[in-house]
C-alpha cells in the first residue's frame, strides 16, 4: 500500500495538470460530460475531468463572413454581380454549439441565399438607390433566422454591385444625354435673363430722345472691318427718324 501511494500521487497529478484549461476574456467554454451539455464556463483558470469531459471554446467576439460575388438577376431581368459581408457575433455559446454544425458557414451560407432572393425581387434602379435599406432588409431576415443558433447579426453591407458591359454603356449614354439635357436648360435660361436686361435696356433708352440712334452710333463706332471690305447697316426707320431729330436739334441751338 505504501509503495502504490506515491504513484497515486504521481497520477492525480498528472490528472488535474491535464484537465487544467485556461478561458480567454472573449471566450465562453461548453462543458460536454460524456457527450451531454453540462455547463457554461467564464473566463480565467478551470477544469475539466480527462476523458470524460471535453470543453469547447466559443469567441464571443464581432466576426465577420465575406460572401463571394455572385450573379444575381433582378426584377427587371438585370443580370448583377454582387457580393457583401455579414457581422455577427455569438451570444449564447450553448446554443452556437448544441443547435448548429459550423455557425459561421451556415450564416455566410444562409446570408447568401437570403441575398439572392431579396435582390431578385427588386428592380436594377431600386438595388442601386437604396442599397442600405436593401441590406437591413437581408439583416432583418438572417438575425431572425440564426437567433434560436444563438448568433446575433449586427449588419450586412452589400460591397460591390456590377453591372453588365451593356449596361454600363447604356448609362453613360444615359448619363451624357441629361448632362446636355441640363446644359441646354441653363443655356436657356441665360438667353431668357438677357433677354429681359436687353428689353428692359431698350425701354430706357427709347424713353430718352434719340437714344436708341446714340446706341447704334456708338455700336458702329467700335466695329472696325477690314479695309478691303465694305459693311452694309441697314438702319430700321427709327435709326433714321432718330438722326433726323438730332440733326434737328444741332441746328436750333445754332
Known amino acids: 500500500m505504501i509503495i502504490f501511494l506515491p504513484i497515486l500521487l504521481i497520477f492525480g497529478f498528472f490528472l488535474i495538470l491535464s484537465g487544467l484549461r485556461t478561458i480567454d476574456q472573449y471566450e465562453r467554454g461548453v462543458v460536454l460530460t460524456l457527450g451531454k451539455y453540462t455547463t457554461t464556463r467564464t473566463p480565467g483558470l478551470t477544469w475539466v475531468f480527462p476523458v470524460v469531459q471535453r470543453i469547447i471554446k466559443v469567441d464571443l467576439r464581432i466576426a465577420t463572413v ?3 460575388q455572385q450573379e444575381v ?55 442601386l438607390s437604396e442599397r442600405d ?43 451624357e444625354s441629361e448632362r446636355e439635357r441640363r446644359a441646354v436648360i441653363i443655356r436657356a435660361e441665360g438667353e431668357y435673363s438677357a433677354s429681359e436686361k436687353l428689353a428692359k ?18 455700336t458702329i463706332e467700335k466695329i472696325n472691318p477690314d479695309p478691303s471690305k465694305t459693311v452694309i447697316f441697314a438702319l430700321p426707320l427709327e435709326v433714321t427718324e432718330g438722326l433726323r431729330g438730332l440733326a434737328g436739334l444741332a441746328k436750333n441751338n445754332k
Request: aromatic letters at 4%; charged letters at 25%; zero cysteines.
Open 133 to 175: 435599406k436593401i441590406a437591413e432588409d437581408i439583416k432583418q431576415i438572417v438575425d431572425v433566422a440564426t437567433d434560436p443558433w444563438g448568433i446575433e447579426v449586427g449588419t450586412i453591407k452589400i460591397q460591390d454591385i456590377e453591372l453588365p458591359a451593356d449596361m454600363k454603356r447604356v448609362m453613360a449614354k444615359q448619363a
Open 66 to 68: 465575406d460572401i463571394p
Open 73 to 127: 438577376i433582378t426584377k427587371d431581368n438585370v443580370t448583377v454581380g454582387i457580393n457583401a459581408v455579414v457581422y455577427f457575433r455569438v451570444n449564447s455559446a450553448e446554443r452556437a454549439v448544441l443547435e448548429i454544425q459550423n455557425f459561421k458557414h451556415a450564416v455566410a451560407l444562409y446570408a447568401q441565399a437570403t441575398l439572392r432572393d431579396v435582390i431578385g425581387g427588386v428592380e436594377l434602379d431600386t438595388l
Open 201 to 218: 435696356a431698350a425701354e430706357v433708352l427709347s424713353s430718352v430722345a434719340g437714344g436708341i440712334s446714340i446706341r447704334t452710333l456708338q
